[in-house]
C-alpha cells in the first residue's frame, strides 16, 4: 500500500516517494533515518555551489529553494524550484561536482545524508531504488516541460503553466489547499525561471488576473478559475485531484 503522510511536516521523503510508488513498511523506515535530523536554513542561505563535490543530498522539508546559474553578463538564471518533500541534488548524484549553484527561496528547514547512504538505501531496497530513479525522472521532466514551454509559448502562458505546476506539487505534499498558495519569488525570481522581463511578467499577471484566473497578493496566490488556467497553460484539466 502507497504510503500517505497524515502528519503535516514529518515524513516528507516517505510521502513524497510514496505518491508514485507503493512503500511497505521496512521502506519507510529507512526514509525516514535519511531525513531524521533536519536544521533550519534562512531565505537566501547556499546549499552548494557550482563545481562543489557532490557529498550530500538534501530533503526539503520546510520553504522553498532553487539551483540557478551566474551567467558571464552578471544576470542569474534561475534552473529550477524545489518545494517541501524535493529531494535536492537528486539529478546530479551520478556526477563527480554540482552544475549548478543551489540556495534557499525562502526560510525553511532541510535534512541532509550522504552519497553512501543513498548507496545503502538503493542496496538495501529494489522498490527504493526504483522510487528515486522514478523522483529524478520526475524532476528532469519538469524541467524539460518547463524549457519547452519557455521556447515556444508567449509570456501568459509560461506563467499560467508555473502556476499550475507548482499548485499541483503543493497540493501534493499537503501545502496550500484548493486555491491559494504561498509563492515567495519575486517578480525578477518569476522572469529569471520563465526568462521572461519585467514588463512581460507584468503583462503575463495582468492578463491573467483580468480573465479572473488568478490574483496575486503579495506572497500569495489565489487561483480563481482553476480550469482555465489548465487552458491558459495549454493544457486540458484532469478529471480529478487537481482541485
Known amino acids: 500500500m502507497a504510503y500517505r503522510r497524515t ?6 521523503l516517505p510521502a513524497s516517494l510514496g ?12 526514509l525516514r533515518r535519511l531525513e531524521s ?6 531565505c537566501g542561505q547556499l546549499l552548494w555551489g557550482s563545481n562543489d563535490p557532490i557529498k550530500q543530498l538534501y530533503v526539503l522539508q520546510n520553504g522553498w529553494a532553487c539551483s540557478y546559474r551566474d551567467e558571464q553578463d552578471g544576470r542569474r538564471r534561475i534552473i529550477d524550484v524545489f518545494l517541501p518533500g524535493d529531494i535536492l541534488g537528486l539529478k546530479d548524484y551520478t556526477f563527480s561536482t554540482h552544475g549548478s549553484d543551489a540556495a534557499m527561496l525562502s526560510h525553511g528547514r532541510v535534512a541532509s545524508f550522504s552519497l553512501h547512504e543513498l548507496i545503502d538505501l538503493v542496496q538495501a531496497s529494489t522498490r527504493l531504488a526504483i522510487a528515486l530513479l522514478n523522483s529524478a525522472a520526475r524532476q528532469a521532466n519538469r524541467f ?4 519547452l514551454a519557455n521556447r515556444h509559448r508567449d509570456p501568459s502562458v509560461r506563467l499560467a503553466h508555473f502556476l499550475k505546476d507548482i499548485h499541483l506539487r503543493l497540493r501534493e505534499a499537503g501545502k496550500g489547499d484548493a486555491t491559494h ?5 519575486s517578480r525578477s525570481q518569476l522572469g529569471s ?3 521572461l522581463s519585467g514588463p512581460q511578467v507584468d503583462s503575463a499577471l495582468g492578463a491573467l488576473e483580468a480573465a479572473k484566473i488568478m490574483k496575486r ?10 480550469e ?7 493544457l486540458a484539466a484532469p478529471d480529478r485531484g487537481w482541485a
Open 7 to 12: 502528519h503535516p511536516g514529518k515524513d516528507w
Open 19 to 30: 505518491a508514485t510508488a507503493d512503500l511497505e513498511e521496512g521502506n519507510v523506515r529507512l
Open 37 to 42: 535530523v533536519s536544521e533550519p536554513r534562512a
Open 144 to 147: 524539460t516541460l518547463r524549457m
Open 181 to 185: 498558495f504561498y509563492c515567495p519569488l
Open 193 to 195: 525561471l520563465l526568462e
Open 217 to 226: 497578493h503579495r506572497h500569495h496566490i489565489e487561483l480563481r478559475d482553476q
Open 228 to 234: 482555465r488556467l489548465f487552458h491558459a497553460a495549454g
